[in-house]
């Protein structure tokens, strides 16, 4: 990829501009920035709290499971506890993750533009983000709500103790910052790309998020109104939901699926792209099948919208419906079957290094691929009516959303951390952490399948005796992981004072964000970028040794 | 498998195809695994392997694992469909219970007018159905053994049916969240020899069956009224409803089932009978699911008799 000079007269020499990091220093340089990559890093610490505060619920409940009769004595508590884990995660963590912090700041950059299109609309996004936050952890701090995070009615609109309203609210104001953020990449994307940066020459990443973006603008408004109408029940007894007054529960269930079905591609396709865009760095190979993984999540992205009917297969609904659902999320498994097969083809033949990305990126593909095998289970209409809210369920798409998306999201902090910090951090023990990770979940979440088949059902207090063996193990498991989880909290903060400092472009990658410094300037660039070829044209290393 | 007992027909088809799912899993890990392990180790960077020309024309096998995943995703579809479908097809001679969820607990009522809590006694070999509400929220009666679960919602009727095929207890479980005692609304399915069943059916005699309870209350809410006998002035005889098709006023027919009865009497103005005024008041919050049932139970019990 090669630059030429295009004129950029008042630009002072790259060397002479201070990083972003050091662009003013007080605290309202910040809050009132509207550099993506200090957005970025805005989103990348608030979005740790949450993930700490979510990982804290969940150490409680795994605490609470290590004996049938229940280690916390009120099952109401437990129910607050899965609760507020499950709103945080999803909502907090999951939904923003890659694509407000990674996202945000390596966009632009790839693209060759100076920001987002809409700089002041990527600072609204992360207020209301925080003013959404803010809301739904004071709502579960001053008693929390007992709905679980699928909020089903009617007991939510009518039954449930405690905040449901107030939390329901901060999920409702959180919403628009997705949709500020997917407006905001998806006409970037189509304006701001570089000369020469053609659909076809975009990172592989900017494809997924792009395929994102259209489900954060076009399935959030469907929560956001599913949401309004459990309040508006709530509130005024008017009858959406509750048989009792004239509602029907099951029109909550398709409404509340058709968002938050698409919304666990909103969760898993950067996590995809971020996979497909470290595995050719450190195997120094082309990316096989570039065309195929990108459409293949453009079609996720669209078939996903065709799929919610699968969560609701002995919930009532029509015999017909079921099977077409059934249907169709076998066929939405084909891509990301696709995506996978491609990965292998990258590896082949490569020069295949080791580092801490790359060492996530491969367990991320053990993990995703062990988690969409068990959705086949799921999608099979008659296993599905055994296996539906049990453990199994649980195992399944924790495989995903933990195993797969948040190994992505750490294949893609080790990765991007060089440039976004300026610092290298302390690599042998980011392997480490890396491998403590994929034994500590799989430990936590293997046994959770078996408990599942044999009967266990989901946000369980207390259970028969003869599932603690397996509980024990999980909750063993758990304990690792959360070990494991703190360890780049650690080691990432520690490299920001006494890291190396990272040069340019450390791994040798190409890409036009490795070709600013690390970290970047606020401008990106001291000259727009023009692209002349594709991202992934790796030559062979010139090594003897590669032909002996 | 793994010691979870298959105590229906059904029990054994899901796990044959849990069994065939748990295969294909299995041989696309070792797939996906062994590849990436043997790729990592033999090209990793500093192995002298020789790489070759490397592929440039990737047509050919993108059509390939996409095809054959397909076809075999599409067989696991048709498997799992094929064992759904007989989920909703009960056979004709099933024994009828009635189910009445609320929070946190199971009501069950036989067609003798035996009542039981949080325990269903059923006898083996024959085929039960369950028809089921519930009284607040969605439960979810679930049975591990039998493989099965089935929503039970507020406002209309479920059905689920089984054969159980092993006389032993079996859990019940409550898997839909329902509130602070979600998981204490467990309790157990007896499955039970014809004799031992015969003999817990006459210890627990009632005052009478179901139907014949249906038949007090059909009086005293005033429905023969209307509907009494073989009259049809003011409104459809009930004699010989139960199981045949009706014809609406909107030109529909509906097949009279524990579903249809239950909402005419809820909600009567919504599917009318051809030829009739739409003059019947709603029951709705007048009369509560326990007597409900009674009532359905009576009106399927004049099904036998004779039209005149």
Not at chain 1, 49 to 71: H, K, Q, T, W
Request: aromatic share 14%.
């Amino acid at each position: 990829m090669s630059q030429t000079a295009t004129v950029n007269e008042r630009a002072a020499p790259a060397h002479e501009r201070p990083s972003y990091l050091f662009d003013g220093v007080t605290l309202k340089s910040w809050l009132l920035t509207t550099d993506h990559k200090r957005i970025a890093v805005l989103y990348m610490i608030s979005i740790t709290i949450f993930f700490f505060i979510g990982g804290s619920a969940a150490a409680l409940i795994r605490y609470n499971l290590i004996v049938p009769e229940g280690m916390i004595p009120s099952a109401e508590t437990y129910n607050r506890l899965f609760t507020m884990h499950g709103v945080i995660m999803v909502w907090f963590f999951l939904v923003p993750s890659i694509p407000v912090t990674i996202g945000n700041f390596v966009l632009p950059l790839m693209i060759g533009a100076r920001d987002l299109a809409f700089p002041k609309i990527n600072l609204l996004s992360w207020y209301l983000f925080i003013l959404g936050g803010a809301v739904a952890l004071y709502a579960l701090f001053v008693g929390g709500a007992d709905t679980g995070w699928t909020f089903y009615a009617p007991y939510s609109t009518n039954y449930a103790q405690g905040n449901v309203v107030l939390l329901v609210t901060g999920i409702f104001i959180s919403g628009f910052s997705s949709i500020a953020t997917g407006l905001n990449f998806i006409v970037s994307i189509h304006r701001l790309r570089a000369p020469g940066m053609t659909w076809y020459r975009m990172p592989i990443f900017l494809w997924s998020l792009y395929s994102t973006s259209v489900i954060y603008v076009l399935a959030t408004p469907v929560l956001a109104i599913t949401l309004l109408l459990v309040a508006f029940e709530r509130v005024f007894h008017v009858g959406v939901f509750d048989p009792r007054i004239g509602g029907d529960p099951i029109l909550f269930q398709h409404m509340f699926w058709f968002y938050s079905h698409p919304a666990v591609y909103i969760m898993i396709l950067p996590g995809l792209g971020v996979v497909s865009e470290v595995i050719p760095v450190f195997a120094r190979k082309e990316l096989f099948g570039y065309k195929f993984i990108a459409w293949s999540s453009v079609a996720i992205a669209v078939i996903g919208f065709f799929v919610w009917g699968h969560h609701m297969f002995v919930s009532g609904q029509s015999l017909y419906a079921s099977i077409v659902f059934s249907l169709l999320s076998y066929f939405v498994a084909v891509p990301s079957a696709i995506k996978v097969f491609n990965w292998l083809g990258t590896l082949h033949k490569g020069y295949i290094r080791f580092d801490a990305p790359m060492l996530y990126a491969l367990g991320f593909i053990g993990l995703f691929v062990m988690g969409g095998l068990t959705g086949l289970f799921l999608a099979a209409l008659a296993a599905d009516v055994d296996l539906h809210d049990t453990y199994f369920v649980i195992a399944h798409f924790h495989y995903i959303m933990v195993g797969g998306m948040v190994s992505a999201y750490f294949a893609a902090l080790h990765f991007w951390w060089p440039k976004m910090s300026g610092r290298m951090y302390p690599e042998m023990i980011a392997r480490a952490a890396a491998l403590l990770m994929f034994v500590g979940f799989n430990l936590t979440f293997f046994p959770q399948f078996i408990l599942g088949y044999l009967g266990m059902p989901r946000r369980y207090h207390s259970y028969p005796p003869e599932f603690q063996v397996l509980n024990v193990l999980s909750s063993a498991g758990a304990s690792i992981l959360a070990a494991a989880y703190l360890m780049p909290l650690v080691y990432l903060v520690w490299s920001l004072l006494y890291g190396e400092r990272a040069p340019a472009n450390p791994w040798n990658a190409k890409g036009l964000e490795w070709e600013t410094p690390s970290p970047p300037f606020t401008a990106n660039f001291a000259i727009t970028p023009v692209v002349t070829d594709g991202r992934y044209n790796y030559p062979k290393p010139e090594t003897s040794e590669a032909h002996g | 498998m793994l010691g979870l007992p298959e105590a229906s027909a059904n029990a054994a088809q899901a796990d044959l195809l849990i069994g065939g799912l748990v295969a294909v899993s299995a041989a696309a890990l070792a797939l996906v695994f062994g590849l990436m392990l043997y790729y990592v180790i033999r090209y990793r960077h500093d192995s002298p392997v020789d790489r070759g020309k490397i592929a440039e024309r990737t047509f050919g096998f993108e059509m390939a694992w996409t095809t054959g995943t397909l076809l075999i995703f599409f067989g696991l579809f048709i498997w799992g469909a094929v064992i759904y479908v007989q989920l909703y097809r009960p056979p004709s001679d099933t024994l009828k219970v009635y189910i009445v969820a609320k929070q946190w607990m199971w009501k069950v009522e036989h067609a003798g007018g035996q009542r039981e809590i949080d325990t269903l006694h059923v006898p083996v070999n024959k085929p039960i159905e369950l028809v089921m509400t519930s009284q607040d929220v969605i439960h979810d009666f679930f049975v591990p053994a039998f493989r099965l679960k089935r929503d039970v919602l507020p406002g209309q009727y479920e059905t689920l049916w089984f054969r159980p095929d092993e006389i032993g207890t079996y859990h019940l479980f409550c898997s839909q969240l329902c509130g602070a005692g979600h998981a204490a609304m467990i309790g157990s399915v007896v499955v039970m020899s014809d004799p031992a069943y015969a003999s817990w059916l006459a210890q627990n005699g009632a005052s009478g069956t179901l139907a014949q309870q249906g038949q007090e209350l059909f009086i005293r809410y005033g429905c023969s009224g209307c509907h009494g006998g073989h009259g049809t002035v003011r409104a459809p005889s009930l004699i010989g409803l139960y199981g045949s098709p009706v014809p609406l006023s909107d030109g529909s027919t509906v097949v009279a089932d524990d579903r249809y009865i239950r909402d005419s009497i809820l909600q009567p103005e919504q599917q009318i009978v051809a030829s009739y005024a739409p003059m019947m008041p709603s029951f709705k919050g007048v009369i509560g699911e326990d007597d409900l049932l009674r009532l359905v139970a009576y009106i399927e019990s004049l099904g036998a008799e004779k039209q005149p």
